[in-house]
């Protein structure tokens, strides 16, 4: 029930949040500091240990709205992220991510909760499923270290994507037996019923609908940028809703609406998948920080030696399963040993133990408190190892490699003639009064001055890429200011910018940016990256 009281304070703590997550993005992202970690504290910093200003409880109406929220957005954008084609490409790797390192990984996690802690077999399998789940916020500082090597960048996209909707009906069946017992079939049915087919119905008609809406306005009115990474968020809602009015899983409905978009496979803004892994991010950091107040660290009141056994098993369960399955692929021994150890355990494992405690089983705050402590010791190892990572190699990296913004290439200013024909005439430098020229245009410079082609795109499309143009140095499009001064690029150059948008809406939020900053001749590149792949231009790898 809405206290309005209370709300002030609610709206308060949403503002720190934002306001840390904005000013300390740069420090922790260049420190590799776990961005968890830093919420955790500021939990622990407002709650009863600290200031005394703010205590969550497990009943607490504000957790379970914040917990809901944030597994909806993140299952929707580990969803809407997945490349099927990739998928289908690497299906033995995949199956290899979602049997022995999912599937295998719960069975030995659940049946050492049966033996150490003594619970029953439907809340193994809870405590199971939860903590073979990979967190996607503590492996994206990973996925974004250039040093990876790609085979475990893959496995490891692969399994953010697609190990939450393995380990969801698992929870859901051992919530059903654990209310209806073994032996009551007609019940355990209907929740198998709501779980395998309303659900994902509601998400793929949601999902469907509303992207061929998107399309359709689109090409005939046009939407705006900002609302078009609304709708994301909008259509995460509809399908969560939709699903849970007919008593079904809005979070399965959320993962098929993504999925619906993904596989549909139409040309989406950036701003569209990132605004809404934005707002997943920023939930789960509110929701650290509720966390972090008291109940992170409730676990610890009830250590025992069991328990610290059970800690280790779910830690190295993982690790054990993947080292011993991956012998199989072409993968060499340190992408397998980073793919085995980097699996951290963090709040997408609290989410899904919360989900069985909001049922109000029994016996489920005690799994929650140990998975607690499963996530403290997870952010210390795993976000402890991507520091130190990071850090080794940021003491021998450049300014341009520590901001991520290295060139596949020399730096080279780009000259026209291996890229277009000469033509006897100079080019406007805009269309239609906005700061864009052609790739042509743009290139035809070159005869008269030096260049810089900077590839755009963003972090999430640059992490999957294997090339980019040739002669083409990378700008990091959420600090291109910073990225320009690192590459040495003269504020009289001419720039000209790609991404992979549709319509350039990241080149020319960057070019805007470089312009305001100085770099007054800076250019979005009409058609971006796929027109250059399309008209045979010349590309070159990235290293």
């Known amino acids: 029930m809405f206290d309005p009281t209370g709300f002030p304070a609610v709206l308060a703590l949403l503002g720190v949040v934002l306001l840390v997550a904005g000013l300390l993005s740069g420090i922790i992202e260049r420190s590799g500091t776990p961005q968890v970690a830093v919420f955790l504290g500021l939990g622990a910093a407002i709650g009863p240990y600290g200031l005394k200003l703010l205590d969550v409880g497990i009943d607490s109406g504000a957790l379970e709205v914040v917990a809901k929220l944030s597994l909806a957005l993140v299952l929707f954008t580990e969803a809407l992220t997945l490349d099927f084609a990739e998928v289908r490409r690497h299906a033995k790797l995949a199956t290899i991510i979602l049997v022995p390192g999912t599937l295998l990984s719960t069975a030995i996690i659940a049946t050492g909760a049966a033996v150490l802690l003594g619970v029953s077999i439907p809340l193994a399998l809870m405590i199971g499923a939860a903590l073979a789940s990979t967190d996607p916020v503590l492996l994206r500082a990973l996925l974004r270290w250039r040093g990876l090597p790609s085979d475990t960048r893959l496995a490891l996209r692969l399994e953010s994507g697609l190990n939450d909707i393995v380990l969801l009906p698992i929870i859901y069946v051992a919530i059903a037996i654990a209310h209806t017992g073994p032996g009551q079939a007609e019940g355990l049915g209907s929740v198998l019923l709501k779980l395998f087919l309303l659900g994902p119905a509601a998400g793929v008609m949601i999902g469907f609908f509303a992207v061929s809406a998107l399309l359709v306005i689109r090409k005939k009115v046009g939407i705006r940028r900002d609302y078009e990474s609304l709708f994301s968020i909008g259509v995460c809602f509809v399908a969560f809703g939709a699903a849970e009015s007919m008593h079904a899983s809005g979070f399965v409905a959320a993962f098929a609406a993504g999925a619906t978009i993904a596989a549909l496979d139409v040309e989406l803004c950036d701003c569209f998948l990132e605004y809404g892994e934005t707002t997943a991010e920023l939930a789960m950091l509110f929701a650290f920080v509720l966390l972090g107040t008291s109940l992170a660290w409730s676990g610890f009141a009830i250590l025992s030696w069991p328990i610290v056994l059970f800690v280790i098993l779910a830690l190295a369960a993982r690790p054990a399963a993947l080292w011993l399955a991956t012998r199989t692929t072409e993968m060499d021994g340190q992408a397998r040993k980073l793919l085995a150890w980097f699996g951290p355990r963090g709040l997408s494992s609290i989410l899904l133990i919360l989900l069985p405690v909001f049922e109000g089983v029994p016996g489920t705050e005690h799994l929650f408190h140990i998975s607690a402590i499963v996530m403290i010791v997870s952010i210390v190892l795993h976000g402890g190892s991507v520091m130190r990572l990071s850090g080794g190699k940021r003491g021998e990296a450049s300014a341009a490699a520590v901001l991520d913004v290295a060139p596949p290439v020399s730096p080279t200013p780009v000259t026209p003639h291996d890229h277009v024909a000469e033509t006897p005439t100079s080019p406007s430098l805009s ?48 600090q291109p200011t910073r990225s320009a001064e690192a590459l040495g690029i003269p504020k009289d150059g001419l720039l000209g910018i790609y991404c992979a948008c549709p319509a350039e809406e990241t080149s020319l939020r960057v070019a805007e940016a470089l312009r305001s900053s100085g770099w007054r001749r800076a250019y979005a590149l009409k058609g971006g990256w796929d027109v250059w792949v399309e008209e045979g231009r010349p590309t070159a790898p990235i290293v």
Not at 459 to 467: E, H, K, L, M, Y
Not at 468 to 475: C, S, V, Y
């Open 431 to 478: 269309i239609e009064g906005l700061p864009v020229l052609t790739f042509d245009e743009f290139l035809a410079h070159g005869r008269e001055e030096r260049l810089w082609l900077l590839d755009g795109r963003s972090a999430r499309g640059w992490a999957s890429a294997d090339t980019t143009a040739q002669g083409a140095a990378r700008i990091d499009p959420d």
